[in-house]
C-alpha cells in the first residue's frame, strides 16, 4: 500500500549539481520525519539529511552543499545536492519515519523505503 519512489540519479562530474525526487504514495510526508540515506560500496547505509517539525538536520560531510526539502501539495520531497564529489557516489535512498523525531539516523527507526537512485560522480 505504501511506495516510495527515488527519482533524478545519474552521472555527474565532480563539482555538479543533482536534485533527488521522492514521491510518496499510500502516506502523506508531512506527518512523518523524512530523511535521505545513501549506501556506497562496500559501506553500510548511512543518514545524510533528515527533516522533522520544520527543523532541518544534516551530516557534517554534506553540510552546505545538500539541503533536503518537501513540497506538501504534491507530496514530494527533494534532496539539492551541489558540490558533489567523487566520495558522495552511492545509492540514495528515501524514508520517512512515524515518529517521533529523525531518530539519529536509526535505520530501524525509517518503518517505509524507496528503493533507491544510484548517483555517480566522476572525477
Known amino acids: 500500500q505504501v511506495q516510495l519512489v527515488e527519482s533524478g540519479g545519474g552521472l555527474v562530474q565532480a563539482g555538479g549539481s543533482l536534485t533527488l525526487s521522492c514521491t510518496a504514495s499510500?502516506?502523506?510526508?508531512?506527518?512523518?520525519?523524512v530523511g535521505w540515506f545513501r549506501q556506497a560500496p562496500g559501506k553500510e547505509r548511512e543518514g545524510v539529511s533528515c527533516q522533522y517539525r520544520g527543523a532541518t538536520y544534516t551530516r557534517h560531510y554534506v553540510q552546505g552543499r545538500f539541503t533536503i526539502s518537501r513540497d506538501t501539495a504534491t507530496n514530494e520531497m527533494y534532496l539539492k545536492m551541489n558540490g558533489l564529489k567523487p566520495e558522495d557516489t552511492a545509492i540514495y535512498y528515501c524514508a520517512a519515519d512515524p515518529g517521533p523525531g529523525c531518530g539519529g539516523y536509526n535505520l530501524t527507526e525509517y518503518k517505509y523505503w524507496g528503493q533507491g537512485t544510484q548517483v555517480t560522480v566522476s572525477s
Open positions: 499510500g502516506l502523506t510526508f508531512n506527518d512523518y520525519a
